[in-house]
């Protein structure tokens, strides 16, 4: 097997033999050999995206909207049951494994790295330091008044595992849920669409605050946290390869970052040797978006169901037939990953509240003294005048209304992450809250590290002649969005 990790010879695709071809179907957990599908994920998209836990949020931990009296006929109805449906969801989207912690847990064992050796796990546990430096964010909002204080006295052993398990308990680890027997102890782990898809405030202390759904984890890194896993071999096993390989691949994703598409195609590194890993997407301001991740799989309810089943390996159905195509798909083929049908679907009946809830999210605006107000607003002249940005990025959505989708080739860029896709494109990102989401770069790689690299690229591709004073001022504008 070749070292997966070189970057100046990235090897063969794992999943396919030495002629190019799919390998041969292998059952890796016998009859359920789909379970173990999609190894390391959740967010996204992906993309989503380590540590979650399935209990339910205390009563009233849910906000919901009023809903206003709408006329005769039903209309206060009919407000009540839209703000039942979101704050179904947004239950669902914090609190809610799907049952992946039969996966997580039961078959990957991470609960015994997080409780480590002297709480009945292995090695030397999950310290909340730690988990903070690997970016798991804790809600303040969770946490009672006493261990607020202890923690802001300094009275609280950060280094310590048993605080973790602790801070599971009271589900104050976001997008992770522990599950602990009668005696206290830690016996499976789950996650949820948050770990992912929401940040904290920091208004706590960094890493400690009050929930921000919706947001990229930009400082999340999944690959160091699935690597923790006692047991990666059905990783190795789904992969056609080895836990080593395994492990090394992780390490190539660094924060921010997931490849979903890996347990589809085996295609650990682009071309150049450059991780294929993209960047975790914001899952706010999609109201009115046609399609919902960097390359248009699908929209905001299909890639919900994609990630529950086949990223957080949660217990549901999804039916994909473009993943029947070996090609382009082997891993996916090979173990029917689009023809996944259990007896007890715990997914698809949360879809519909999921949506609700995601679609209700809308982009944060930007900290008052942010950007420069007078620059933006020649910077906005500019976006929908000489620099044509808004010939895609149309107001006020900043994507087109309807089909948004391009080749590689409209964008200055490659198409190798748009060919690891059914549609062969790149989605045309909306720009809302754009200011909240740029560490770790942009386009869906990070390749432009900046919003003036994002402009520059633009100003070189399509000849626009921009000064470096109006450079300037399209930047403050996008900062502005």
């Known amino acids: 097997m070749s070292d997966m990790t070189h970057s100046a010879d990235p090897g063969p695709d794992i999943g396919r033999n030495e002629t190019g071809a799919p390998r041969p179907v292998r059952s890796l957990l016998g009859r359920h050999r789909w379970t173990i599908a999609l190894a390391i994920g959740v967010a996204g998209a992906l993309a989503a995206s380590t540590l979650t836990a399935a209990a339910s949020p205390p009563v ?3 906000q919901q909207s009023s809903g206003s009296n709408s006329g005769p006929g039903g209309g206060d109805q009919q407000g009540n049951d839209g703000d039942q ?4 969801g947004k239950r669902t989207f914090r609190f809610d494994t799907f049952g992946d912690e039969a996966f997580w847990g039961d078959t990957l064992r991470l609960h015994e790295a997080i409780a480590g050796a002297e709480h009945g796990g292995v090695g030397p546990g999950v310290s909340p330091k730690t988990a903070l430096s690997v970016g798991l964010k804790v809600d303040s909002e969770a946490l009672p008044r ?42 499976s782990v789950g996650i949820e669409c948050a770990l992912c898809h929401s940040t904290v405030d920091d208004s706590f202390a960094p890493g400690i605050g009050k929930r921000l759904d919706g947001w990229a984890n930009r400082d999340l890194n999944v690959g160091a946290i699935v690597g923790l896993a006692p047991n990666l071999q059905p990783v190795a096993s789904l992969l056609h390869t080895d836990v080593a390989t ?14 979903a598409t890996l347990f589809l195609d085996g295609k650990a590194f682009q071309p150049d040797g450059r991780s294929a890993a993209t960047l975790l997407p914001p899952a706010f301001g999609l109201a009115g978006v046609n399609l919902h991740t960097f390359t248009g799989w699908g929209s905001v309810p ?40 259990p007896k007890v679907d715990l997914v698809t009946p949360k879809l519909p509240g999921l949506q609700a809830y995601q679609l209700s999210l809308k982009a944060p605006k930007p900290p008052k003294g942010s950007f420069d107000a007078v620059a933006a607003a020649r910077g906005e ?101």
């Open 302 to 341: 299909y890639w919900n169901a994609f990630v529950a089943v086949l990223e957080m390996h949660g217990q549901g159905t999804l039916i994909d037939e473009r993943l029947d195509n070996a090609e382009q798909f082997p891993i996916a083929a090979e173990n029917g990953f689009g023809h996944i049908a």
């Open 381 to 481: 002249a500019l976006f929908s005048g000489q620099a044509e940005c808004a010939t895609c990025h149309v107001p006020p959505l900043f994507t087109e209304p309807g089909q948004n989708l391009h080749p590689g080739s409209d964008i200055g860029i490659d198409d190798f992450q748009a060919d690891r896709s059914p549609t062969h494109m790149y989605r045309t990102s909306p720009l809302a809250g754009l200011w909240s989401h740029q560490k770790g770069g942009f386009y869906h790689d990070g390749r432009l590290p900046d919003l003036k690299s994002v402009v520059e690229h633009y100003n070189t591709t399509f000849q626009l002649g921009l000064t470096p004073a109006q450079k300037d001022d399209l930047v403050q504008y996008l900062l502005s969005l």
């Open 146 to 187: 006493s261990v607020k204080d202890a923690l802001a006295a300094g009275q609280v052993n950060l280094d310590d595992p048993a605080v973790t398990l602790s801070l599971l308990k009271l589900n104050a680890v976001v997008g992770v849920k522990g599950f602990f027997d009668s005696n206290g102890n830690l016996n």
């Open 246 to 259: 395994v492990q090394k691949v992780l390490s190539t994703w660094g924060p921010g970052k997931f490849d």
């Open 60 to 62: 009233g931990s849910t």
């Open 85 to 88: 449906l979101i704050a179904e």
